[in-house]
């Protein structure tokens, strides 16, 4: 016999992991700008009947990562320059305070860790493998952020990222981070060691703003010129050129 109530519990339960995993994927770059999310290519993917994807979707348009047109057609919302530009001047306000509390409680191990991240995606952008930039990326900032012992914080910057992390597909190659001198996550990773909040702080804005301000002017062009974005996607798009993977 079997409980009133226990499938339902376990299709939410089920939607709620599908709905992680989607939203860890859009925070981090894999879903691109535009791009169609099928409910029964995701359902074959997983492994799931339709259901349990379906909502984890309507939640993801909740949330404003995705958006869904006419005949049920879902796909990966595109900000716009102004949207990008207010969601980081919240980031700005919160990022560092996410860093700054997380200091105390990140141990040699986890800044080691941290380290190996930025290597990774150093090594990523001079091969020109950018999905796996992005993801180094995203694993050092959230390395980070996730160790705050902020429940709320990481959560209201998980909210962000999930409209953000899509964007970055514009990122590279036009948008490229560059830097007046070295690259800010070495001052963050220098703060983090010598457990200097203000170094640690400022760093991470400076990521944000000198590190991007490429990536506005690509958002920019964009809003000037919206075809421009799938011209930009399909160059993203190319397979790195063979050659010497670097060490």
């Known amino acids: 016999m079997s409980t009133p109530g226990l499938n339902v519990v376990g299709r939410t339960n089920l939607a709620s992991q599908i709905y ?37 979707l309507i939640q993801l348009v ?14 990966v919302r595109q900000l716009s320059l102004a949207e990008y530009l207010e969601l980081r001047d919240i980031r700005l306000a919160l990022e560092p305070l996410a860093a700054e509390r997380a200091i105390p409680l990140l141990d040699d ?11 990774l995606l150093m ?22 952020y996730r160790r705050s012992g902020m429940p709320q914080l990481t959560e209201l910057l998980d909210r962000i990222w999930v409209q953000v992390g899509p964007m970055l597909n514009f990122l590279y190659p036009h948008g490229h981070p560059s830097y007046d001198a070295e690259h800010q996550h070495m001052n963050v990773l220098k703060g983090l060691q010598a457990r200097d909040v203000a170094l640690v702080t400022q760093a991470i804005r400076d ?8 990536f506005v002017k690509v958002l920019t ?16 798009n190319q397979p790195a050129p063979p050659g010497k993977t670097p060490p």
Request: hydrophobic share 35%; charged share 35%.
């Open 20 to 56: 992680e995993s989607l939203r860890e994927k859009l925070m981090s770059a894999v879903f691109q700008p535009g791009q169609r999310l099928k409910i029964r290519e995701l359902a074959k993917e997983i492994g799931t009947s339709e259901t349990p994807v379906r909502e984890a």
């Open 109 to 119: 191990a986890a800044i080691r860790q941290l380290t190996e991240s930025h290597r």
């Open 123 to 144: 090594r990523a952008e001079k091969t020109r493998d950018y999905r796996a930039a992005l993801q180094h990326n995203f694993d050092f900032h959230f390395g980070i």
């Open 221 to 236: 062009e964009i809003d000037h010129n919206p075809e421009r974005a799938a011209e930009l996607l399909a160059l993203r």
């Open 207 to 214: 990521d944000l703003v000198e590190g991007g301000r490429n």
């Open 62 to 75: 909740r949330d404003r990562a995705l958006e869904m047109k006419e005949g049920y057609f879902i796909r």
